[in-house]
C-alpha cells in the first residue's frame, strides 16, 4: 500500500475491522518510512453498474456520490451520517443483486426516497426537492400532502367488521 504523505510502498497494520456491516475491511496502516498514519478500506470487487442519467448520458455507479448528496440533504435532520451509510450500502446491494447492469438514475432517486421516507419526512422532503427539481412552492405542497396522506392511513386503525 503506497504512503499519501511521502508514497513509500512499505507500511505496517497496525488495526483491521470489519467496516460496512462486514462488507469491507478497515486497516489502520503506518507507513514505515515516514511513520505517517492512514485508513484504508478492502472489499470486494463487484461488476460495475451503469447508470444512466436523465440526459441520456451513461457513467458508473458512485457510492460515494450518493453518499455525499444523502449527507448534503440530511443535514440538520437528526439522521446519522451511518445510518445514510447503511442506506447506501443497502442500496447498492439492491442494485447488484439485479440482473441488469444498467440502471436508470431515476429508479436510484426513488429507491432513497422510499428509505428516506421511513427514516425521515424532513430528509425526505428536502432529498425530494432536488431529486425531483421543484420549480415552485406548489412542488412541496403537492410532496407534503402526499406525505401528510400516507402518515394518516398508518395512523388510522384498520375497522374489521366480524359478520356471524
Known sequence: ??????????????????????????RRRECLNCDFRFTTYE??????????????????FNRSKLL?????????TGLEPSELETLVDDLEL??????KREVCSNDI??????RLKTMSEVAYVRFASVYRQFRSVSDFVATLEGLG????????????????
Not at 472489499?43 to 458508473?60: C, F, M, Y
Not at 455525499?68 to 440538520?76: D, Q, T
Not at 439492491?94 to 440482473?99: E, G, I, K, W
Open 1 to 26: 500500500m503506497q504512503c499519501p504523505s511521502c508514497q513509500h510502498t512499505d507500511s505496517r497494520v497496525l488495526e483491521s475491522r470489519a467496516a460496512d456491516s462486514g462488507r469491507s475491511v478497515r
Open 109 to 114: 432517486g426513488e429507491l432513497v426516497l422510499e
Open 68 to 76: 455525499h448528496g444523502l449527507l448534503r440533504a440530511c443535514e440538520k
Open 94 to 99: 439492491v442494485l447488484q443483486q439485479r440482473a
Open 43 to 60: 472489499r470486494v470487487e463487484t461488476v460495475p453498474i451503469t447508470v444512466v442519467k436523465r440526459n441520456g448520458n451513461r457513467e458508473t
Open 149 to 164: 396522506e400516507a402518515s394518516r392511513a398508518k395512523a388510522s386503525p384498520q375497522h374489521l367488521t366480524v359478520v356471524n
